[in-house]
Structures are given as structure tokens and as C-alpha cells.
């Protein structure tokens, strides 16, 4: 049987229930995402200004 036949066989409920569960999976997954750059982003922030500060503190003056 195809996904279509066996999606027509089921409940109007169930169908739902596996649409919400993709969306949420789909939302869960950007949030990740969202999360795992800023983090990235933060980190690279962060050594930039670390960068900074070294140097600083080596410049000849």
C-alpha cells in the first residue's frame, strides 16, 4: 500500500496528530539550529575580544 491509501484509511484525528508532531519536530529543529549559532556566534564574539585584549596588552607603546 502507498502512504496516500493508508493515509485515506485513517482517522481525520490521526492525521492531525501526525501533522502537529511533524510541525513540532520541524519547530524544534529551528530552535536548535537558532541555538547552536548563537552559541557559535557568542564564542566567536568572545575570542574576537579576547583577541583584542592580547594584543593590547603586547603593543609596544
Do not use: C
Request: no cysteine.
Amino acid at each position: 500500500m502507498s502512504e496516500e491509501t493508508e493515509a485515506a484509511g485513517q482517522p481525520e484525528s490521526t492525521r492531525r496528530e501526525e501533522k502537529r508532531t511533524d510541525r513540532e519536530s520541524w519547530i524544534e529543529r529551528g530552535v536548535a539550529i537558532r541555538a547552536g549559532f548563537y552559541v557559535f556566534g557568542t564564542h566567536l564574539f568572545a575570542g574576537f575580544v579576547w583577541l583584542l585584549m592580547y594584543l593590547g596588552e603586547h603593543a609596544n607603546k
